[in-house]
């Protein structure tokens, strides 16, 4: 089975910075996307950004000029840099990958999350 581990996620004071990452291991015949998704207390899910085997990115607008996804594809790895931490970005961040397992099959894979809290 495919495995994403998260890393990287710690509590720091509100305009600190962190540095999360993200391996994927197992099956994997190619990566299509990876991402980063969040859930703060009493919220749903969302997408923070993501980025396609072609380097696409996507952010949410209220990350976009703070945080900055990249990638490693040899690697199988993602990253994220967070500068200008806000306590609204407080939530635990969750690993996404849509990947191929052979030359036909894929599907979406997710980690079990880093909490990163941000204090004023």
């Known amino acids: 089975q495919v495995q994403l581990v998260e890393s990287g996620g710690d509590s720091v004071q509100a305009g600190g910075s962190l540095r999360l990452s993200c391996v994927a291991s197992?099956?994997?015949?190619?990566?299509?996307?990876m991402g980063w998704y969040r859930q703060a207390p009493g919220k749903q899910r969302e997408l923070v950004a993501d980025?396609?085997?072609?380097?696409?990115?996507n952010y949410a607008e209220s990350v976009k000029g703070r945080f900055t996804i990249s990638r490693d594809n040899a690697k199988n790895a993602v990253y994220l840099q967070m500068n200008s931490l806000e306590p609204e970005d407080t939530a635990v961040y969750y690993c996404?990958?849509?990947?191929?397992?052979?030359?036909?099959?894929?599907?979406?894979?997710w980690g079990q999350g880093t909490q990163v809290t941000v204090s004023s």
């Open positions: 996404q990958s849509r990947l191929y397992t052979d030359y036909t099959t894929w599907s979406d894979y």
């Open positions: 980025i396609n085997a072609g380097g696409a990115r």
């Open positions: 197992g099956t994997i015949f190619r990566i299509i996307a």
